[in-house]
């Protein structure tokens, strides 16, 4: 599997973003995604999950009413629509599947940072 993340940058606090991250070498729609990220000195930790379908989502309590996950199953590629941006959202940003063993692999992730 390839896992391919883009969309990251350095934004004010406030500022608003669009992850994608584009996946080949598996049948993406059979699979539940997600997205999670790492700050400096942290473990990595879950962000937002959606469904095969794309029809139910959820969230970590520090992004609920914040991001947005969605997926085109079409394009073989997930979104995280990040708004109302946080310094604490500093991280690597990663997607996979969840559970992440269903891959078995990691991309590079992408970089965000948030300035206050």
């Known amino acids: 599997v390839q896992l391919v993340e883009s969309g990251g940058g350095s934004v004010q606090a406030g500022g608003s973003l669009r992850l994608s991250c584009a996946v080949s070498?598996?049948?993406?729609?059979?699979?539940?995604m997600a997205w999670f990220r790492q700050a400096p000195g942290k473990e990595r930790e879950f962000v937002a999950g959606?469904?095969?379908?794309?029809?139910?989502?959820y969230y970590a309590d520090s992004v609920k009413g914040r991001f947005m996950i969605s997926r085109d199953n079409a394009k073989n590629t997930v979104y995280l629509h990040m708004n109302s941006l946080k310094p604490e959202d500093t991280a690597v940003y990663y997607c996979?599947?969840?559970?992440?063993?269903?891959?078995?692999?990691w991309g590079q992730g992408t970089q965000v940072t948030v300035s206050s």
């Open positions: 996979n599947a969840d559970p992440p063993r269903d891959f078995g692999s």
């Open positions: 070498g598996r049948t993406f729609s059979e699979y539940v």
């Open positions: 959606i469904n095969r379908s794309g029809g139910a989502t």
